[in-house]
């Protein structure tokens, strides 16, 4: 499934964003070494149903991969997603003193590292020459993509998942 699309756009009630895919899979690679469980499990609350179900051997029934798609749904897992962005993901962040390139020895290694993951982070990949160095630009992200999570668990609705490239 390397074969992403270049953004991947969600939609819930009035919020409608996107994030660039290299964007998002740096993001959830340094999330992975802070607490793999939790990359774990926002890598599927973010994904399109589909995928959790091939990951997990479930039937797929009818889905398509290529159709727009409910995210995978879970309250408890996004209840506890939602609190350790808020206790562990976003304090590290704030508390690094390199920029994400220097954190992983430049761009390069970055790059290398986030396309030779494995288990699910396999689907994790940067495609571009370029991702966004400042820690802050992934601050906001895991801001945005909280701010999804609370809103996905306040209607009890799945985010609904749009490949765009």
Do not use: C
């Not at 499934?1 to 964003?17: A, G």
């Not at 704030?94 to 689907?123: A, H, M, P, R």
């Amino acid at each position: 499934m390397n074969t992403m699309p270049l953004d991947i756009r969600y939609k819930i009630e009035n919020i409608d964003t996107y994030f660039r895919k290299d964007e998002l899979s740096v993001l959830l690679f340094y999330i992975k070494g802070i607490n793999n469980d939790l990359a774990t499990k926002l890598y599927f609350l973010l994904e399109k149903e589909i995928a959790f179900r091939l990951e997990n051997h479930l039937n797929i029934g009818d889905l398509d991969a290529f159709n727009n798609m409910l995210a995978h749904f879970d309250a408890g897992d996004i209840e506890e997603s939602i609190q350790l962005i808020t206790n562990q993901v976003i304090p590290s962040l704030k508390n690094e003193t390199l920029n994400i390139w220097e954190k992983y020895g430049g761009f390069d290694n970055l790059k290398d590292e986030v396309n030779n993951g494995n288990d699910w982070s396999f689907n994790l990949s940067i495609n571009q020459e370029y991702v966004p160095e400042d820690i802050d630009y992934y601050i906001d992200m895991i801001i945005e993509i909280k701010e999804l999570l609370q809103k996905s668990l306040n209607l009890n609705t799945p985010i609904l998942v749009i490949y765009e490239d």
